[in-house]
């Protein structure tokens, strides 16, 4: 059931106060469900994880503009089923909560709390909440430098300083507390907010963290004991514990918030044993995994919650029991992954099928969903270097442009289904045509340039071939030829014929694709590779590595013409040497010829 369903997960910035989308989205992924991160920057870390079957870019996240946000979510939903949300970062929270009926009338279902909810639990208005027996350390508001005075009349240093949404400091004189004031509502007001100033209190720190249902009913929760945390006091070690007071003050805030969905409490216990609560987050904490990897599936108890109101089945039943005396670390690392990746997030606002990093983070590929040569260009950086060719460096956006117009100027002379045989040799005119003549649904029979006029009319009679394009000329010799072929016939190859008469050999577009990407994940290409070599593209191998895998990295191909090579592979050294060729392809022969002469030039 779970493998249905599609959760959408915000917050997914990983940087210092890291966001708990991360968390979130692992926790989802081992329940089953499936995961689309959404985030408002290309910079997120999500492109490169395997907790996300799909990763998108929205700006409208980041903008607030409702109107767009919900188109957006349309062509999300329309794509991956997306149908539930859960929001990650405390601004964002406010944003849904306020459109949450607008989100419920295109399908997509949230478990937020409501705004006078959000507003009773804020940090401004945090300290009402002692008289429903909660202990809230002395708070006071500041909008300006002369309401400091106000701050150390009623509290003595040190004294804490926090911004509405971020950032804490604790400032232990009247300097610091000018410097933190300053630094505070300049970064996060503009000069123009207020600034949050509480009682200092010595203790250990802790935390709950749990989940209500629309009736206010708490359903689960998780207590730890923080090990260690930063100078922003965010969590980076902690450890399970089960405490009778905690929980107690948890159902009280509940109870006086009439709270719906995730939460996090923060609380300071003293030399005396008194527990301080000190702050509120209306989101799942960013070590949210730990409690799912000890027994209390945060986020997968929201999923199941908002399933049960929309089935109108039996209420989620309670459940707090995890596994106590567990310590979780946090770790950082780095991960490396193509630049066109972020491109693609840039311009297509999306990357999907992610695998785990791994040295390359190569992009999953399911040829399957390939239906035409020229998908592979999509995922290229338009302004990179697609072809070179001698002196000529063609780009990907001018490759795409000028297939868009050989079409244009092929697509009277030749029609769906027909057969087509290109003559021509290794240039990038070849390519185009090729790619040109797939997007018009014809099946393409690339023949040698060496070849004879026997060999093709050999080929021509054997196929019945209706279309016959070599160098620049392009002629129709049957519209009523006919030869019949499979319906998924994308191109045909013939052997070389030096065991007798060539021999035809038929493929679909994946029995091309499938070899050529698993061959270049084994090459490990990415699209920092210029790929060259000497097989003609008249042969799988040479159409293969040269007209294919390049495109499917993101890479370069180094065009050479076969015919030349064979007469000149003092050329072909050169050619790799101003072309800086990273990955060569060539056969036993062509290997033998070369390692043995480099030294006749003065090139290495």
Same mark, same amino acid.
């Given at each position: ?153 009623? %509290?003595? +240093? ?6 509405? !949404?971020? @950032? *804490?400091? $604790?400032?232990?004189?009247? &300097? ?111 070590? %949210?995994? +730990? ?6 599936? !945060?986020? @997968? *108890?929201? $999923?199941?919650?908002?399933? &049960? ?111 087509? %045989? ?10 185009? @045509? ?171």
């Amino acid at each position: 059931m779970n493998k249905e369903i599609c959760v959408g997960v915000t917050g997914l910035k990983i940087m210092n106060s890291p966001q708990s989308g991360f968390g979130v989205a692992r926790s989802l992924k081992e329940a089953g469900y499936k995961v689309v991160g959404i985030d408002s920057s290309q910079l997120t870390s999500a492109i490169c994880s395997p907790y996300f079957d799909h990763v998108y870019t929205l700006k409208s996240l980041d903008t607030e503009d409702i109107d767009v946000f919900i188109q957006d979510l349309k062509k999300i939903r329309s794509k991956t089923g997306l149908s539930i949300i859960i929001p990650n970062c405390d601004r964002e929270i406010y944003f849904f909560s306020r459109y949450k009926n607008e989100l419920k009338d295109i399908g997509i279902n949230i478990l937020v709390p409501t705004l006078e909810s959000l507003k009773q639990t804020s940090k401004f208005n945090l300290s009402d909440l002692d008289r429903h027996g909660l202990n809230i350390p002395k708070t006071v508001i500041a909008s300006t430098e002369n309401d400091l005075k106000t701050v150390t009349e009623n %509290i003595d +240093f040190p004294i804490v300083c926090k911004g509405a !949404l971020a @950032d *804490s400091y $604790v400032a232990k004189d009247k &300097v610091d507390l000018f410097i933190y004031f300053r630094k505070i509502d300049e970064l996060f007001h503009g000069g123009r907010g207020n600034v949050i100033f509480q009682e200092y209190i010595k203790g250990d720190f802790y935390c709950t963290a749990g989940v209500s249902d629309r009736n206010h009913r708490l359903l689960r929760h998780f207590s730890m004991k923080k090990l260690g945390i930063d100078f922003k006091g965010s969590t980076w070690c902690g450890q399970t514990i089960q405490n009778k007071k905690l929980k107690e003050m948890t159902e009280r805030f509940i109870d006086a918030t009439g709270w719906v969905g995730p939460f996090e409490m923060e609380f300071i216990k003293d030399s005396d044993g008194i527990f301080w609560l000190f702050e509120i987050n209306p989101r799942c904490p960013a070590y %949210i995994y +730990f409690a799912a990897a000890t027994g209390q599936n !945060l986020p @997968d *108890s929201i $999923v199941r919650i908002i399933n &049960v109101e929309n089935e109108g089945n039996d209420k989620v039943k309670k459940d707090f029991s995890y596994d106590l005396n567990m310590v979780f670390t946090r770790l950082t690392d780095e991960v490396v992954y193509p630049k066109k990746d972020l491109n693609s997030l840039d311009k297509y606002g999306k990357v999907r099928n992610l695998q785990t990093a791994d040295k390359h983070c190569v992009e999953s590929k399911n040829c399957t969903d390939i239906k035409t040569f020229y998908e592979l260009l999509n995922d290229g950086d338009d302004d990179k270097v697609a072809v070179l060719h001698k002196s000529e460096a063609i780009s990907y956006r001018e490759l795409k442009d000028k297939i868009n117009e050989r079409c244009n100027e092929l697509k009277g002379m030749i029609k769906k289904n027909d057969k087509v %045989i290109i003559r021509s040799d290794e240039t990038p005119d070849t390519i185009i @045509d090729i790619y040109a003549i797939d997007l018009l649904g014809a099946v393409i029979v690339p023949v040698s340039p060496l070849s004879t006029g026997k060999d093709i009319e050999s080929i021509i009679d054997d196929l019945k071939v209706n279309v016959m394009i070599y160098e620049k000329n392009i002629e129709r010799i049957d519209d009523k030829a006919t030869a019949e072929l499979p319906d998924d016939a994308c191109m045909i190859f013939y052997t070389s014929g030096t065991t007798g008469k060539p021999k035809c050999i038929i493929h679909t577009k994946q029995s091309i694709l499938t070899p050529c990407y698993e061959e270049g994940k084994a090459y490990g290409i990415s699209d920092s590779d210029i790929i060259g070599g000497t097989p003609s593209l008249s042969f799988t191998y040479g159409f293969g590595a040269f007209a294919i895998m390049p495109f499917m990295f993101g890479a370069t191909v180094s065009m050479y013409p076969y015919s030349l090579s064979l007469k000149n592979f003092i050329t072909v050294i050169r050619t790799i040497a101003s072309h800086k060729v990273t990955v060569f392809f060539s056969i036993p022969t062509a290997y033998k010829i070369i390692v043995n002469m480099p030294s006749q030039l003065d090139l290495y």
